[in-house]
């Protein structure tokens, strides 16, 4: 589980060049910690190192769910994503 086993930087690293996405879709913008943090207002002030740290540093910054693939990453759960690549 995600938020038990906190996935490293390199690893998060690897899923955005696979999956193409920004950094930011990788982080619970909705969830307790983001908000508590107040990172809305300070990801344009943190580099991307910075950013890996927080999301390294506990996986329920991490959006969920996420699905690995050899080719593929999925972020979240999007119903029309999700139907496009196993149907």
Known sequence: MIHKDNPKADEVRKWMALSGLELKKFFNTNGKLFKENNLKERWDSLSEDELLAIL????????????????????????????????
């Open 56 to 87: 390294e540093s506990d996986g329920m910054m991490h959006k969920r769910p996420v699905l690995i693939g050899e080719d593929f990453v999925l972020v979240g759960f999007k119903v029309k994503e999700w139907e496009a690549k196993f149907n």
